[in-house]
């Protein structure tokens, strides 16, 4: 290859640089998308992180309490149980959430029928 020639093709996109058939001619989306018709759906991904956070910070307050009662005293390994009480409250969390996020998906439907 020469120092002429170029491995890209001169019709590759270059990073940075506007697409063909972008510029003045674009059409403003606010215009054309009517926002009555548009369905807002929830990101489940969001209510998922949020449920397990809670769900940990519920099950290390009620590891932790339980830990420190006279309860735990009589159990031969009490991080186990901890461990149990953690992840069991961090499913429940994001259980819970994925309802919640089912149910907010029912209602972007509500209306729309």
Known sequence: MSSEQSPVPDD???AGAPRP???ADE???EGVV???TVRR???YRAFFTVGILLGLVVGLGVGGAWLQSP???A???PGVYFTVILVSCTALG???AGLWAVVADRRSLRGRR
């Open 27 to 29: 059409v403003e989306v």
């Open 34 to 36: 009517d926002r009555r």
């Open 94 to 96: 994001a259980g819970v």
């Open 12 to 14: 590759a996109p270059v």
């Open 71 to 73: 309860a735990s005293d």
């Open 75 to 77: 159990v031969f390994k």
């Open 41 to 43: 759906a929830p990101r």
């Open 21 to 23: 058939g972008t510029g």
